[in-house]
């Protein structure tokens, strides 16, 4: 086989498989593992299958994309040597959560792979050099710029040495959390409620401050609809000095026995890193959900640390009260956090 790093594509087929794959890509959720598509394209470019991650824990989107093909009908009739697979991330090499891509792809036979970037993580990244050390051919580099760009955030909270960090915010329209009295009860609505407790079981970690941990009591659980636990539960954690009190609620162990833990430090970044040490459910915690209050979510902004946005607004106007994000030392307009909206979920607000 012939290795070549973006050769010529007159027809520009690989470019436009390649942005059906990135497509594809957006249909996971952001958090501890990257955003990957896939396309696999009989030798005749018939799109035979589609796939994407869901996030971690769950299948590769390389896998999801062979196991629909080997889904479709006898495995050992479908034959893959003149087909395409086409990847927005180099496929993997390693054993992590799930096993390696390069096994998978091996062993459905795919004759060429075409990926558009290479995998930033050292652990995970060498499996374009495994695939062409076993004879399939490996096209690297095509729309890398776009396929790099959806996740920008995450490669950063990897470089960084910390997890991926998601904000929710339920607020009025005026960007108020409470009024002037501290009554908040009414600002959640049951779909961000719904909502922030679906972001709750898929993350590994949940953050407040020390403040908000005394004022509100949070359980910091995630619950579903009809208000049980969900079978995943969230490191609960709390940042700041202040001592938790005996009798909180984040305190109450559960039968499940999941830990709560107490990060004495003012410096966001410094909680970040060391939550990445801990190990939650078996695993490292690589994304982390950070609830307030305004004075927290201020620190985590000033040092631009926030990833991903969802925002809901109660149509209400305070006119005073707390807002939701304190003092993030902007005082000009061309300082602002800018954050782009993202299709996935809802038209929730994300960071790309
Ligand atoms: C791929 N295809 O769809 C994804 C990849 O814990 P794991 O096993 O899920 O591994 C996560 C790492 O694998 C992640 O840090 C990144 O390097 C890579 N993600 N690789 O071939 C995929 N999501
Ligand atoms: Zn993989």
Request: proline share 6%; aromatic share 4%.
């Amino acid at each position: 086989p012939v290795d070549v790093v973006c050769p010529p594509d007159p027809a520009g087929a690989h470019e436009q498989t390649m942005r059906l794959a990135i497509e594809a890509a957006h249909r996971g959720p952001r958090g501890a593992n990257p955003l990957v598509g896939a396309v696999l394209v009989s030798p005749e470019g018939e799109v035979l299958a589609v796939g994407h991650h869901r996030g971690a824990g769950h299948l590769h989107a390389e896998r999801d994309a062979l196991r629909q093909v080997a889904a479709g009908g006898d495995h050992g009739a479908v034959d893959l040597h003149g087909a395409t697979l086409y990847c927005t991330l180099e496929p993997c090499r390693h054993h992590g959560r799930q096993p390696p891509c390069t096994e998978a792809i091996l062993e459905a036979g795919v004759g060429r792979v075409v990926y558009g970037a290479d995998d930033p993580t050292p652990d995970a990244s060498g499996g374009a050099a495994v695939l062409r050390a076993a004879g399939v051919e490996v096209v690297s580099g095509v729309l890398s710029g776009p396929a790099l760009a959806v996740n920008n955030r995450w490669a950063r909270a990897r470089r960084e040495g910390r997890p991926f960090v998601t904000v929710h915010l339920a607020q009025s329209l005026d960007g108020r959390i409470a009024a002037a009295d501290g009554t908040s009860q009414w600002i959640t609505s049951s779909a961000s409620r719904l909502h922030t407790h679906r972001i709750r079981r898929r993350i590994d970690a949940i953050l407040v401050g020390s403040n908000t941990a005394e004022v509100d009591d949070p359980r910091l659980t995630a619950r579903l609809p009809d208000g049980t636990l969900a079978d995943r539960q969230p490191l609960r954690c709390v940042m700041g000095r202040r001592p938790l009190a005996e009798r909180a609620r984040l305190r109450q162990g559960r039968p499940e026995g999941d830990g709560w833990v107490q990060l004495r430090t003012h410096d966001p970044l410094e909680a970040l890193q060391r939550l990445g040490a801990i190990e939650h459910d078996g695993h490292p915690v690589r994304h982390v959900l950070v609830e307030g209050g305004s004075r927290v979510l201020a620190a985590f902004f000033a040092q631009d640390l926030v990833d991903e946005i969802f925002a809901y607004q109660a149509p209400l106007i305070l006119g005073a009260g707390a807002s939701s994000v304190g003092d993030i030392g902007v005082t000009t307009l061309a300082q602002a956090r800018r954050y782009t909206r993202d299709q996935a979920e809802g038209g929730a607000v994300r960071i790309l």
